[in-house]
């Protein structure tokens, strides 16, 4: 549950970072930017596995790279739904998923996968 909770507040910090460094990506409250966390973490559960199915060979041909493109349409179907965010194409969505990939990434790497190493 923990994790679950950091992993929010580390989602909510890479789309405010987003929102600062991207063009075209912004919130209009903080409150909007704790609701997109919040609905990203959902859609990355439910929706984004299944677009990582569907884009199987396209990733594989672009070695990877259409995974950018995959969460960029997940951070998008977030901005849809929530009134509040908004993502002006796919350009910022990339960034958007850049930005917010790296921080999860950094932030993984100082709080660890939760597991022991002995």
Do not use: C, H, Y
């Amino acid at each position: 549950m923990l994790r679950a909770i950091l992993q929010f507040f580390v989602t909510a910090a890479g789309l405010w970072l987003a929102a600062q460094v991207v063009p075209g990506v912004a919130f209009t409250a903080t409150s909007s930017l704790l609701w997109a966390a919040f609905l990203l973490g959902i859609v990355n559960a439910l929706v984004r596995p299944i677009l990582v199915f569907l884009t199987f060979p396209l990733t594989v041909v672009t070695l990877g790279l259409f995974l950018l493109v995959v969460n960029a349409a997940t951070i998008g179907l977030v901005a849809v739904l929530l009134g509040g965010f908004v993502v002006d194409g796919l350009w910022a969505g990339i960034g958007a998923a850049i930005i917010t990939g790296v921080v999860s990434w950094a932030a993984g790497a100082f709080i660890g996968d939760g597991k022991r190493r002995e």
